[in-house]
């Protein structure tokens, strides 16, 4: 081991048997089981919140999560000689979730139902009231991404010599932008129509639930990193995991349902729940992101897989619009 992490796992009740880097940080084979050692630049606070919350997944056999590991002075965070800080929390030598396999789909989404459901059993605390943990109404982002888009489209419009990428921009941009707008629209009526109602439905959210972060073994399903977890509407996570996997389905409208019907089974859905599914799925994202990547990168050249990857949203835009308007 190298000085600096020998230094940091000694804080701790481990006795290490090997050690080697992944994502991102060290993953070590000890006597209390795998672990994973990564710098920490957050607050106590927040480690505290993502801890209390967490606990609430421990002790179930199908359903894990990455626990944090407190040091021989009770303490979540660790401090290097350096001054810097890191944390230790268990880990598991599983692979992620295969979001081609459709079986495999459907029982990770009632895991993430079944996720949602203890979450639920939170009780919110005054102290988690900052702006790190409370989700803003979800309209505000896709408002500030659309105002990204008219941005863009009007530094293309003023380019004499356009590049292949920035045609196609132009000539689907209306199509999109459209969507954008009334889901904007949509989602911001919803919550000046229902936001108290909203605020009630709060509760803790992962906040970056893709499978990268989903884990399968033989007889559970463990969800990891949930350093973006908040206070918001569940729903949002749902949508995340759903809209990756079927960007990869190119929208199989049949998959998307069968998805909704097996997070369902687990925990139903109100129409509130399902509005805020359909403008969420509405706004463009994967649109925005192509349109943000040209304006902030070199526009000079654009890879031809991004061209590509515009004609792929226009050819699935059929499918995607007819899973759309299935959710309601």
Known sequence: ???WNTEVIEQYELNVESMRKGRGAWIFETDRGLKLLKEYKGSVKRLEFEEMVLANVAGSENLMADQYMRNREDELISIAGDGSKYIVKDWFADRECNIRDMQEILYVV??????HKKLRGVGTREEWNLKSMISPPLYEEMARH???????????REKRRKNEFELRVIS????FYSQAQDAERGMQELFEEEGKELKEAYHVCHGELNQHHILIGKTYVAVTE????HLG????????????VMEKHDWNPGLGFSML???EKVLPLDLRDKKCLYYLFLYPEKYWKQINFYYNANKAWIPARNTEKLEGLKAQQLCREQFIRGIL
């Open 110 to 115: 009632s895991q993430v139902a079944l996720l």
């Open 226 to 229: 949930f350093n973006k977890m």
């Open 172 to 175: 689907s941009f209306q199509e």
């Open 233 to 244: 509407l569940q729903t949002e996570d749902l949508y995340y995991f759903m809209r990756k």
């Open 261 to 263: 019907e097996a997070y």
């Open 146 to 156: 659309n105002r990204e888009l008219k941005k863009a489209r009007t530094f293309i």
């Open 1 to 3: 081991m190298n000085d």
